[in-house]
Nanobody
Framework: QVQLSESGGGLVQPGGSLTLTCAAS????????MGWFRQAPGKEREIVST????????YYAASVKGRATISKDNAKNTIYLQMNNLGPEDTALYYC?????????????????WGQGTQVTVSS
């Protein structure tokens, strides 16, 4: 069974940047897609970005496209989410998730493994 652990969240000033890290441990050989989701207070969880473990295909939600970069280090079983030009609207609990199929990668209910989340707060 795979376990996911996020880190890198914190308090950031508007316009700032940060990089979130998701480390996968355990039996993760069957993982096809890794994704970042976020949930702001009072809102539904939403997709942020995904990456294919093998080929590296990437997806970005419109809300972060141009400001976010997802990357991976297969040797370390780790993915990263770098976000720039952060605004208050990016304040949320950010989750890392993984799934064993490629289809419907933007849908959170298709992911079977989740981390505990890391809080990102954008405020002056």
């Amino acid at each position: 069974q795979v376990q996911l652990s996020e880190s890198g969240g914190g308090l950031v000033q508007p316009g700032g940047s940060l990089t979130l890290t998701c480390a996968a441990s355990g039996r993760n050989a069957d993982r096809i897609v890794m994704g970042w989701f976020r949930q702001a207070p009072g809102k539904e969880r939403e997709i942020v970005s995904t990456i294919n473990w093998s080929g590296g295909s990437r997806y970005y939600a419109a809300s972060v496209k141009g400001r976010a970069t997802i990357s991976k280090d297969n040797a370390k079983n780790t993915i990263y989410l770098q976000m720039n030009n952060l605004g208050p609207e990016d304040t949320a609990l950010y989750y890392c998730a993984s799934k064993t199929t490629w289809s419907d990668y933007t849908l959170d209910y298709t992911y079977d493994t989740w981390g505990q989340g890391t809080q990102v707060t954008v405020s002056s």
